[in-house]
């Protein structure tokens, strides 16, 4: 919305008597502050048509004002007098009380979150903000707030250190940071457990991503026991049980493609001690292999002989493996590949970029099709290039008559004027610039009607590049 549209929508029938001043008195203040205040206003009307004296006051409240009933009273009735009952001011006072309550505990909350003392209170108490908006203090409010938000904050540090692998017992050395501010102890271990959890959680991930055998476990126990550290067993395991499958497909997906199978890692398995999730790595193995013979399938498509027989006789050498579906995956791929290469249209666009085609790989009865499209291809780029060529001759002959035709009318307005011209002197400077003017003239005059035919001639070639060249697209698609 703009700046003027907005101050035109204040000065309505109602908003005229309270923003008015406001428009009137801060021309020069940046729009944003207009536009601010007559949302505000906006708002207040809604209340006042909606006739909740509750939520009127709950607003109040909650923004930290103090009780204005009879000032919102009197806004109101200049909107909906008739949403102003008896009970009203009764209402609007249960709204502000709990509204006052939710400003004071959100403050508290805050200020625990921030790790700052419950004496806070005297500070927020005595802040400019609350002088300027005289508002009522709840210290109960505010305190219940308060104790929330620093429990929060020393779960927060009590997850920290879990997860870092620090030992429970460090609650002594935070309680004594904390004593400033009030230490929560069961906020702290309550954040520690569950950062303990992500602890052990994490180093059963990394065992097993990086094929370790879950036989590690003990080595970990140990040095946290060592360090006073809690041992999680079932996070540990939990987290090791997941991640080790997903590291035998990733495995899986590598082997296939670098000569390794189920029978090396099985044995790889074994030596190492590590559980072998052989039905997944055995999916992941396949599903690459597939992947493989169709790619090798798309490549081979796309202008070379069907090579599958090549190709599994040299798979060993190559570090791959021939599966079970390695004919029906590189055949399907081949022949999409094929019929896309061995196209019309394809062939065209070789023929326009002057590019030969391996015209024996497509089938007998295409490849004629396929000679006639690339030949027609070259053909289309040797007319747009004449097209080209002409065209260029058209646009410089139609600058020449431009220039041309400006001229001459600018010579015959020189000559009409000096013919009206009573004054002129007659003599023989004015008659020889006659005389050239007049030579001048019939040689623009005879350029024109020569170039005409020349300029449409060349235009009658141009559409017959065009034609010829939808003509030549239309025949690559005929039998």
Same mark, same amino acid.
């Given at each position: 919305?703009?700046?003027?549209?907005?101050?035109?929508? $204040?000065?309505?029938? @109602?908003?005229?008597?309270? $923003?008015?001043?406001?428009?009137?008195?801060?021309?020069? /203040?940046?729009?944003?502050?207009?536009?601010?205040?007559?949302?505000?206003?906006?708002?207040?009307?809604?209340? $006042?048509?909606?006739?909740?004296?509750?939520?009127?006051? +709950?607003?109040?409240?909650?923004?930290?004002?103090?009780?204005?009933?009879?000032?919102?009273?009197?806004?109101?009735?200049?909107?909906?007098?008739?949403?102003?009952?008896?009970?009203?001011? *009764?209402?609007?006072?249960?709204?502000?009380? !709990?509204?006052?309550?939710?400003?004071?505990?959100?403050? =508290? %909350?805050?200020?625990?979150?921030?790790?700052?003392?419950?004496?806070?209170?005297?500070?927020?108490?005595?802040?400019?903000?609350?002088?300027?908006?005289? %508002?009522?203090?709840?210290?109960?409010?505010?305190?219940?707030?308060?104790?929330?938000?620093?429990?929060?904050?020393?779960?927060?540090?009590?997850?920290?250190?879990?997860?870092?692998? #620090?030992?429970?017992?460090?609650? %002594?050395?935070?309680?004594?940071?904390?004593?400033?501010?009030?230490?929560? &102890?069961?906020?702290?271990?309550?954040?520690?457990?569950?950062?303990?959890?992500?602890?052990?959680?994490?180093?059963?991930?990394?065992? *097993?991503?990086?094929?370790?055998?879950?036989?590690?476990?003990?080595?970990?126990?140990?040095?946290?026991?060592?360090? =006073?550290?809690?041992?999680?067993?079932?996070?540990?395991?939990?987290?090791? +049980?997941?991640?080790?499958?997903?590291?035998?497909?990733?495995?899986?997906?590598?082997?296939?493609? !670098? =000569?390794?199978?189920?029978?090396?890692? #099985?044995?790889?398995?074994?030596?190492?001690?590590?559980?072998?999730?052989?039905?997944?790595?055995?999916?992941?193995?396949?599903?690459?292999? /597939?992947?493989?013979? !169709?790619?090798?399938?798309?490549?081979?498509?796309?202008?070379?002989?069907?090579?599958?027989?090549?190709?599994? *006789? +040299?798979?060993?050498?190559?570090?791959?493996?021939?599966?079970?579906?390695?004919?029906?995956?590189?055949?399907?791929?081949?022949?999409?590949?094929?019929?896309?290469?061995?196209?019309?249209?394809?062939?065209?666009?070789? =023929?326009?970029?002057?590019?030969?085609?391996? @015209?024996?790989?497509? *089938?007998?009865?295409?490849?004629?099709?396929?000679?006639?499209?690339?030949?027609?291809?070259?053909?289309?780029?040797?007319?747009?290039?004449?097209?080209?060529?002409?065209?260029?001759?058209?646009?410089?002959?139609?600058?020449?008559?431009?220039?041309?035709?400006? &001229?001459?009318?600018?010579?015959?307005?020189?000559?009409?004027?000096?013919?009206?011209?009573?004054?002129?002197?007659?003599?023989?400077?004015?008659?020889?610039?006659?005389?050239?003017?007049?030579?001048?003239?019939?040689?623009?005059?005879?350029?024109?009607?020569?170039?005409?035919?020349?300029?449409?001639?060349?235009?009658?070639?141009?559409?017959?590049?065009?034609?010829?060249?939808?003509? /030549?697209?239309?025949?690559?698609?005929?039998?």
């Amino acid at each position: 919305m703009s700046s003027s549209s907005s101050m035109s929508s $204040c000065m309505s029938s @109602f908003f005229r008597s309270y $923003c008015q001043p406001l428009v009137f008195s801060a021309l020069t /203040i940046f729009t944003a502050t207009s536009l601010t205040a007559c949302q505000s206003t906006r708002i207040q009307v809604n209340d $006042c048509k909606a006739g909740d004296w509750g939520v009127i006051g +709950n607003k109040d409240g909650d923004q930290g004002l103090d009780q204005r009933f009879e000032e919102r009273k009197k806004f109101c009735a200049n909107v909906d007098e008739g949403k102003i009952k008896a009970d009203s001011a *009764a209402s609007y006072s249960a709204g502000w009380e !709990q509204g006052n309550f939710q400003y004071w505990k959100r403050l =508290g %909350t805050q200020d625990g979150l921030a790790a700052k003392p419950m004496s806070s209170f005297a500070d927020q108490a005595a802040s400019e903000q609350t002088k300027k908006n005289n %508002t009522p203090l709840h210290q109960l409010a505010y305190k219940q707030g308060w104790i929330s938000g620093n429990a929060d904050y020393w779960r927060g540090l009590g997850d920290q250190d879990g997860a870092a692998g #620090r030992a429970a017992s460090g609650e %002594t050395a935070r309680a004594a940071e904390g004593q400033a501010i009030g230490f929560n &102890r069961l906020s702290y271990l309550e954040g520690w457990q569950t950062g303990n959890q992500a602890y052990w959680t994490r180093l059963g991930y990394l065992d *097993a991503h990086d094929g370790r055998p879950d036989a590690e476990f003990k080595q970990h126990a140990t040095s946290a026991q060592n360090l =006073g550290v809690q041992v999680n067993e079932s996070a540990y395991r939990s987290a090791w +049980n997941l991640e080790i499958i997903e590291y035998w497909k990733r495995l899986g997906w590598e082997d296939a493609t !670098q =000569g390794r199978d189920v029978n090396t890692r #099985r044995a790889d398995a074994k030596q190492r001690g590590l559980k072998f999730s052989e039905q997944e790595y055995q999916q992941s193995w396949e599903q690459r292999l /597939i992947q493989y013979w !169709q790619d090798a399938g798309k490549e081979d498509g796309y202008g070379r002989p069907n090579l599958l027989e090549d190709r599994m *006789a +040299n798979a060993r050498r190559n570090n791959v493996f021939v599966i079970a579906q390695t004919r029906e995956v590189y055949r399907q791929a081949w022949t999409e590949q094929n019929a896309r290469y061995c196209s019309v249209d394809n062939a065209f666009d070789f =023929g326009r970029r002057n590019q030969n085609m391996a @015209f024996e790989v497509c *089938a007998g009865a295409q490849q004629n099709r396929v000679r006639r499209a690339l030949a027609s291809g070259q053909e289309y780029e040797y007319v747009l290039r004449q097209q080209s060529y002409r065209n260029d001759e058209l646009n410089r002959l139609a600058d020449r008559r431009h220039d041309a035709e400006h &001229r001459l009318a600018r010579l015959e307005r020189e000559i009409q004027r000096d013919l009206e011209d009573k004054n002129r002197v007659i003599n023989a400077e004015s008659a020889n610039i006659d005389r050239r003017r007049e030579q001048e003239k019939r040689e623009l005059r005879e350029f024109l009607r020569r170039s005409y035919d020349e300029f449409e001639d060349l235009r009658r070639w141009n559409f017959r590049y065009e034609q010829q060249l939808q003509q /030549i697209k239309r025949d690559i698609y005929l039998n």
